[in-house]
C-alpha cells in the first residue's frame, strides 16, 4: 500500500484513532515513522501508539508513493488495514 492510497483512504475517519500492526493474533503499538528510499518505515515498540492525526503531520514531506512498511528484519510491506473499535489495524 502506498501512502497516498492510505491517505486517502482514512480522510474521513476520526483523527483519534490509534494505528496498530496486528502480527500473528498480537496487535502492536506503531509508535514511530523512519523514511527510507521510496519506503516508509513504520516502528513498533512498547508505547503509546501514534494516532491517525499524528501520522498525518509527521508524513506531511514524505513522497506521497512511498510504499509502507513494518521496520524490522526482513521488513514487511503493508497492504492495507482494517477498522476495529478505536483502532486502525494494519496488516
Known amino acids: 500500500m502506498q501512502l497516498i492510497d492510505f491517505n486517502r483512504s482514512t480522510a474521513d475517519l476520526h483523527p483519534g484513532l490509534a494505528l496498530y500492526w496486528e502480527h500473528h493474533d498480537q496487535r502492536l503499538a506503531i509508535t514511530d515513522l523512519q523514511t527510507g528510499p521510496h519506503q516508509l518505515l513504520l516502528i513498533t515498540r512498547a508505547g503509546r501508539p ?28 503493508l497492504y492495507g488495514y482494517r477498522l476495529v473499535a478505536h483502532l486502525i489495524l494494519l496488516g
Request: proline content about 7%; hydrophobic content about 40%; charged content about 20%.
Open 50 to 77: 501514534l494516532t491517525l492525526d499524528q501520522f498525518r503531520a509527521r508524513c506531511q514531506q514524505v513522497d506521497p508513493h512511498a510504499a509502507l512498511f513494518i521496520a524490522g528484519t526482513p521488513t514487511q510491506r
